[in-house]
Structure formats: C-alpha cells, structure tokens
C-alpha cells in the first residue's frame, strides 16, 4: 500500500501545471510548422495536438520563428490555426512490474492490463556510463546451445550482432536465448515487425517461460517512424533502468536495421541529405550512440548483454548498415540461407562468425579446441565441392580426411543443445578426439 501512494505521488507530482501552447502555420505530408514554440522547443521533444485527433509529434526542427513537427500518424483531421501543447523531452518511469508485459514505444500497455509507472523518470536519449569507469567484459555465459558455448562463446557485457536475411530462424535462436541465457531480466524490442508476429513470437516463440523475466516492446510496421524509433530507445532506457539497479540486463533488438530505416525516414524528411546508399551521414553516429549505451556498466551498477538483429538483404554484408555495426560491435553471427534450407538450426554459418570475446574468454586449453574446430570446418569447406562431386579420392589428404570424417559430427554439435560450458567443451572435444 505504501509503494502504491509513493508510486502515485510521484506520477502526480510529475503532472504538468502549465503547457505552452502553439498554433499550425502549415501542413505538408507527415510534418506540420508550428509557431509560437520556437523559444521552448528541442529537437527530440514530443507535442500534443489539441482537438479530439489524440495525436502526438516530435519536433525535428528549429528555426526563428517556427518548429518543424513530424506527426505520429497521418495528418488528416489537422488544420490551420489548430493548438499544439509541447510536452517537452519524452521519459519513461519503468518499474520491476513491467516483467512480463508487453508495452509500446511511449511506455504504454499493449495487454490490457494497467501499467504502474515507477518512482523515478528517465530520459530516453542518455549518455552511455564514462569510458574510463566502465569495467571490462565479464565471464563467458551459458546460452543453451553447445556451440554458444564454446566456438562462439557470449560473455557478460558483449554485444553481438545476429546477421541473417529474411526466414532462416533468427526469431527463434532470440527466443531460446530469452528463455535460457544467464541474466537477471530480458528486454525485447520488436521494431517494425506485423502485428500479427508480434503476438505469435510472444505467445509461441517466447512463451510463458521466456515473458515470465521479460519486459517486451514492440512498435509494428505501420506505426510511423518517430514511434519505430522512439520504440528501440524505449527498450535502452528500460534496460538501463534495471543495469542502474546492479542487475545483468539481456537487451534484444529485432532488428537494428528497421531502426535505422526509422532514422532515415526521420532524416530526410528534416531535410538531411542521403548519401550512404540512401542513408544520412547521421545513421552512423546514431547506430554508434545507441550501441555504446549497451555494455559493462560502471562500477556499482550491472551489465547489458546487447544481441541485436542486422536485416541482410541478398547476403550483402557490406551494405551501409551491416557494415557499420561490424564495425561497431563485439562480434557478429552469421546466419545462412543454405544452412537453413538443409535442415540446420540455429543455422549459424560458423566460419563467417566471429566472437570478439575470444581469446580471453576461453582458457588457453579451450582455444586450442576452438581453433582445432575452425580448422577442421575450414579445410572441409576448402575442398567440399571436390568432395561432393566425388572428385577427392580417399587416402590423398590426411588433414581433408580427417575433416571429411568430423564434418557431419561438428555440424549437428552446432545444433545441439546444451545444459552448460564444461558440459559443451566436453562434448566438443570427444568428436575431435575421433579416429578416421
């Protein structure tokens, strides 16, 4: 009873006594000029639209005279003259009972249930924890899969980048993740996705088990790109309300790639020229910013283990997006069409992933296992046309013998399940220990 009047106190006490109020000067498309806020107005800050539209907008533009708004939906129904509240930056007041619930970029409730706002507000757009006092990766954690475990080890703190194109099982390999990986709370951010998988991933690919720690957000497709956006940075500040509390944090965001289409669509109607394949020069420092607020925190709070999805379209790893967060993260998992249309999940393409958490997160016993298992999976890829076409005749290479002979074990151990690292390691090293 008492944190429920703390609670209610504080959501009272953050009410506005007073609004300034502006009037639309002009309508175009999705972006309206509004006069009478320019003294007040942020880029970033939200507005209110008066009348019964209940619409909302972020300003994404000052000039002298006139604020430049996007609106979260379509214009119709505005007009000249009409009143626009400024409600200043938008925050979010997360709270431990959002564990198990779904809720939309602007921290409303998206399962019928009423959503209890915390005690304390936080801003979306924070800074990440200071270089100098973050702390260093932490130990390796158990994942559920042998192959996490081992090759391809996640430790406390890393972020990883699960590249993959359209229907090859990354909803899943995220959802086992939520269900299994070591960590405190799960935050799910679902950027762009149809309603309809929404639900789906929530109600079957989650699941109870999965939701039970989890606080999940979701913006879908036909929501407008300031929401999509506002969605993923919701999600970061959730996670880091919970980092703050010493807790370790799983953040998943499906996908990374919608927010930065989100962005773009933002940018270019500011006014901000394209010129990376369609993307503002602004992509990058946004991808960056975002990323860096994942990671080891400082000392006395927790961590955020960061998986976010890359979209891929035709395996073109070097298109803008996927380019630049390879270049930002602390890893990246490849998975493959071909991988998945044979049968193989998580139908992770091992030679084309990489953990940056290696070597220092595996004894120097251990990476000599891994290193054993590239080799072994790089020779048989080196030679597997010649051998599939039956051109290589046994007994003319032992190392491509030997790795002829290995290729069907390491392949189904990337798909095994896992009760645990030594469990993994274990069972790693008693297929390479095998005879011809």
């Known amino acids: 009873m008492m944190r429920s009047l703390d609670l209610l106190t504080a959501s009272v006490r953050r009410s506005p006594v007073q609004r300034r109020v502006g009037r639309i000067q002009s309508l175009q498309s999705n972006a309206v000029a509004v006069s009478g806020l320019s003294d007040i107005a942020s880029v ?98 158990s994942t559920g899969y042998a192959l996490f475990n081992t090759i391809l080890p996640i430790t406390r703190g890393q972020r990883i980048g699960l590249f993959s194109g359209s229907g090859v099982g990354k909803s899943s390999l995220m959802a086992a993740f939520a269900r299994d990986m070591d960590a405190d709370v799960v935050v799910i951010a679902l950027i762009g996705e149809r309603g309809r998988e929404v639900n789906q991933f929530i109600q079957r690919v989650l699941g109870k088990k999965g939701l039970k720690r989890s606080v999940v957000v ?48 933002i940018a270019t109607s500011s006014g901000e020229a394209a010129s990376m394949r369609g993307h503002p020069p602004s992509m990058t420092s946004l991808l960056a910013g975002f990323a860096e607020r994942a990671g080891p925190g400082a000392d006395g709070q927790g961590d955020i283990t960061a998986i976010f999805t890359v979209l891929v379209s035709g395996s073109d790893m070097e298109e803008p997006v996927a380019d630049t967060l390879r270049g930002l993260l602390d890893g990246h998992v490849v998975l493959s069409r071909e ?98």
């Open 339 to 436: 991988i998945a249309e044979r049968g193989r999940f998580p139908a992770v393409d091992i030679l084309q992933s990489v953990s940056r958490s290696l070597p220092e997160a595996a004894s120097a016993e251990e990476n000599q296992i891994i290193s054993l298992a590239r080799q072994t999976l790089s020779t048989y890829e080196e030679s597997e046309i010649m051998v599939r076409s039956g051109l290589y005749q046994s007994g003319t290479n032992a190392d491509l013998d030997l790795a002829i002979s290995l290729f069907g074990p390491l392949d189904a151990f990337a798909s095994e399940r896992s009760d645990g690292i030594p469990d993994a390691f274990e069972r790693l090293t008693s297929i390479l220990t095998k005879a011809v």
């Open 218 to 265: 979701a913006a879908t497709s036909d929501q407008s790109a300031q929401a999509r956006r506002r969605a993923a940075f919701t999600a970061m500040a959730v996670a880091e309300h919970f980092r703050d509390r010493g807790q370790h944090v799983l953040l998943m965001l499906d996908s990374i790639t919608r927010l930065a289409e989100a962005h773009r669509e």
């Open 44 to 141: 970033g800050d939200t507005v209110e639209f008066g009348s019964d539209t209940c619409l909302l907008g972020e300003v994404v533009g000052v000039s002298g005279e006139n604020v430049r708004i996007l609106v979260d939906g379509p214009v119709s129904g505005l007009r000249i003259g009409q009143a626009v509240m400024h409600s200043g930056a938008f925050r979010i007041s997360p709270d431990e009972s959002w564990l198990g619930r779904v809720i939309d970029g602007d921290a409303n409730a998206l399962d019928d249930e009423p959503l209890v706002a915390g005690g304390e507000e936080v801003g979306l757009y924070r800074p990440p924890p200071l270089s100098t006092t973050r702390r260093p990766l932490g130990g390796r954690l």
